[in-house]
């Protein structure tokens, strides 16, 4: 039976939580003060296009960079899609430097490397590259859901156009090096596209200090309202537009602007900014808590994935040995605790975490994970109490296994 909202404790905040409030009330005010087109011409466009070119100059000003390279979208998996798209050719070549029509011409950056732990959002999107004639490389990671960068180095090549690896892994938390994964790409010719969804807010994160050519954020997980986006673009980079039909964002991105989202995602960008040093130690206590209160009661049967590396504050990613779950979460969920059974951006799939399995989990450990992901209004006791209710119902759980 369904339970109120209200009693609910959310721990599935990488999948999305809500928006601020001052955020909505700032989308709200937006939509009636600048609802006119800002590419028409009369007093209230110019006023609009003006609002516009403000918002691209505040967000460009909380990732240090310039207000041409922001480029607002309708969240992470256009931004994604976008990046990896718009910087491969339209067709390939094959190996004897011919395009598929058996023209020859010059030989072109037309291959892609990505981590097999990035989010659907790419790997969907490589595979139907891969389909269309594109040579896609996938490069491993290790126990703890660090990418190998060498085995990464190994596969760029002279044709590499773009290496796409996440800040941090959706699942896991894991942070991954990519300061090194874009040294390794630019010193091979190829660019560097990082989604850097689930750590903006958290870390921080700034696209030439890390050496990002392209960039992703989803407004929806750090209090921006759901459907707004943006992609970083460096000046340079010549960004084949995937939705055209206009001149807006830059060429990049056809449909008139979608202001108030656009009002909302800044904001909340600032926000979450102004907060990340203050906000999320405070939610790591709270995590490592919880993960300590889970191996000191059930030891060898529990399993912290990701324990060892460089994490995200707010994310623990448990399997509990023995026992599916998604029982585990049914059980919390009835006693007032939301939680997250791996990523929620593949509704219906009943294969185990491609993540998990890539850091070498059974199939079976794999499938006991739960992913508890923390917002900032978490408390200790609340904490301490899911911990409680953890043990007890793997415990019963596991007798009934």
């Not at 006119?36 to 609002?51: D, F, I």
């Not at 090549?157 to 773009?162: H, I, P, V, Y």
């Not at 560097?192 to 989803?218: M, N, T, W, Y």
């Not at 399993?303 to 029982?327: D, K, M, T, Y």
Request: glycine letters at 10%.
């Amino acid at each position: 039976m369904p339970m109120p909202e209200k009693s609910c404790i959310y721990c599935d905040y990488a999948a999305g939580g809500p928006p601020r409030p001052e955020v909505f009330e700032a989308m709200r005010a937006h939509a009636f003060a600048h609802f006119a087109n800002p590419g028409a011409h009369h007093p209230l466009a110019y006023l609009a296009r003006h609002e516009m070119e403000r918002l691209h100059s505040r967000a460009a000003a909380v990732l240090g960079v310039d207000p041409r390279e922001v480029i607002f979208t309708s969240g992470g998996t256009e931004s994604d899609v976008l990046a990896l798209r718009g910087m491969l050719p339209y067709r390939p070549q094959n190996r004897e430097g011919r395009d598929f029509d058996g023209i020859r011409s010059p030989a072109r950056r037309d291959e892609l490397v990505v981590s097999s732990i990035e989010h659907h959002a790419v790997l969907l999107c490589a595979e139907k590259l891969a389909r269309e004639g594109f040579c896609v490389r996938y490069a491993g990671v290790n126990s703890l859901g660090m990418v190998d960068v060498d085995q990464l180095d190994l596969l760029i090549n002279e044709r590499t156009a773009l290496v796409s690896v996440m800040f941090a892994n959706n699942e896991t938390g894991v942070i991954q090096p990519v300061n090194e994964v874009a040294r390794r790409a630019h010193a091979k010719g190829a660019k560097f596209h990082c989604d850097a969804v689930q750590a903006f807010g958290k870390v921080e994160l700034k696209p030439r200090e890390i050496g990002c050519d392209l960039l992703s954020l989803s407004g929806g997980k750090f209090g921006g309202p759901k459907g707004t986006g943006l992609l970083y673009n460096e000046m340079t980079n010549r960004l084949d537009a995937q939705i055209v039909g206009g001149p807006q964002e830059w060429g990049y991105r056809a449909g008139t602007e979608n202001l108030s989202g656009q009002a909302g995602l800044t904001l909340a960008m600032e926000l979450a900014e102004a907060a990340r040093t203050t906000a999320w130690p405070r939610v790591a206590r709270i995590r490592d808590a919880l993960e300590a209160t889970l191996k000191a009661r059930l030891g060898a049967r529990v399993r912290i994935n990701g324990e060892g590396a460089p994490r995200l504050p707010n994310i623990s990613n448990v399997s509990f040995l023995g026992i599916e779950g998604q029982a585990l979460g049914i059980e919390l969920g009835e006693q007032g605790y939301c939680v997250g059974l791996g990523s929620a951006c593949a509704p219906g799939e009943t294969d185990p975490s491609h993540v998990l399995r890539a850091m070498g989990l059974s199939w079976e450990d794999a499938q006991g994970c739960i992913r508890f992901s923390f917002g900032p209004d978490i408390t200790e006791a609340q904490g301490a109490r899911l911990a409680d209710l953890c043990v007890a119902n793997y415990l019963k759980l596991a007798e009934l296994a």
